[in-house]
């Protein structure tokens, strides 16, 4: 099983740092342990009501006795090659004795579905077998994506719900069917005209794109970004986030962000028209027919590539039996890539 680099720390640095802080979560949590440390080791499991700091998968792979943790919440991505088998538990960190511990906690599993169909088999009671099978004959020619299985733990704890239950979500390795990798980026490109429509409508708002959004420009491309748009110049208007500014200030706030012009005002005031009659159009119709009119522009289309978009495959919402499951991974996708950008942000970065 391919496994992303991750940091190997000996066992006896690992016995050392565990006497050194009680035995509890140390640094070598989500990364790869020796097998000698980890695999087929016992940890006791948490009375009722004990409080639990965190919850991660460990996953052991069957052939070569590896074993890695992964957060679930943020959730790490595991990888899995077609054919590979893995041990998956849930280990979390609890406060016992007012000490932080590992233990082992008691959970269902199941398959929740995704691009590609994983093997489930129970094997104890915190523990269960997975494995990314080989497709079947309708389904030769897939290739790789994301597939999950869900868990409840078993037991009552002191535990945030969002730990309580939820999904850890496997990388498969393999072959991909073309038009399934075109959906996913269709949908990303979609949400990418969502979270910057978001952006640059709303500023420093906490307003944020909705799935249905998404949809929507996932569904009917360039008719779906001026339906959006249009809805969230509304919305910003109705909460009085527009400037005080001239009108052709607020255009130019527009084509700056929107088209990613960088003409100074002057320049784009006396040299184009189309800016101009944008000016009187905000003064005489208003801040949702400006936005929309700018949104449905070819200039706006290249920059977003909404041709290319509306071109590629997408899952029909009808007759789709696998819709709301890979819906569900999109959406896991799209949320933790903001997640991402909105630490970045907060880096500096």
Same mark, same amino acid.
């Given at each position: =099983? ?49 409080? @639990? ?12 006795? #590896? ?17 590979? #088998?893995?041990?998956? #538990?849930?280990?979390?960190?609890? =406060? ?13 599993? +199941? ?7 994983? +093997? ?25 994506? =994301? ?16 730990? +309580? ?24 490109? +979609? ?5 910057? @429509? ?55 706030? @527009? ?56 071109? =590629? ?24 890539? #903001? ?11």
């Amino acid at each position: =099983m391919q496994s992303k680099i991750r940091k190997t720390y000996p066992a006896l640095f690992c016995l050392v740092l565990g006497l050194a802080v009680g035995a509890g979560p140390s640094a070598a949590a989500q990364k790869e342990l020796p097998p000698q440390a980890v695999e087929g080791r016992q940890l006791p499991a948490p009375a009722e009501g004990t409080r @639990l700091l965190d919850v991660q998968a460990e996953v052991t792979d069957l052939a070569t006795g #590896r074993t890695t943790r992964y957060d679930i919440q943020p959730a790490d991505h595991v990888p899995l090659a077609v054919g590979d #088998r893995v041990r998956v #538990r849930l280990v979390g960190s609890a =406060m016992v004795d007012g000490r932080a511990r590992w233990v082992e906690l008691p959970a269902t599993f +199941a398959e929740a579905g995704g691009s590609w169909r994983l +093997a489930v088999q129970r094997e104890a009671a915190s523990t269960v077998l997975v494995q990314a099978q080989q497709p079947n004959r309708a389904d030769r020619g897939k290739q790789g994506g =994301m597939s999950q299985i869900t868990y409840e733990l078993q037991g009552r704890y002191d535990v945030r719900p969002q730990l +309580a239950s939820g999904r850890i979500t496997f990388d498969i390795e393999g072959e991909q069917d073309a038009d399934e990798v075109a959906s996913a980026d269709r949908w990303r490109r +979609a949400a990418r005209v969502a979270d910057d @429509l978001t952006a640059i409508l709303f500023e420093e708002s906490d307003f944020e794109p909705t799935t249905d959004d998404v949809e929507r420009i996932y569904f009917d491309g360039r008719d779906g970004v001026r339906d959006v748009a249009r809805r969230y110049a509304l919305e910003a208007q109705r909460r009085g986030l527009l400037r005080d500014e001239p009108p052709w200030e607020v255009v130019y706030n @527009l084509y700056e962000n929107l088209l990613g012009r960088t003409t100074p005002l002057g320049e784009l005031w006396d040299a184009e028209r189309g800016f101009r009659g944008n000016v009187e159009r905000y003064e005489e119709e208003g801040y949702a027919e400006l936005v929309e009119g700018i949104v449905l522009s070819e200039e706006f289309a290249d920059r977003y590539e909404l041709g290319t978009l509306e071109s =590629m495959p997408l899952r029909d919402r009808t007759g789709d039996a696998g819709w709301n499951d890979w819906r569900r991974l999109r959406v896991e996708e799209w949320r933790q890539e #903001r997640a991402a950008r909105s630490t970045r942000s907060g880096d500096g970065n």
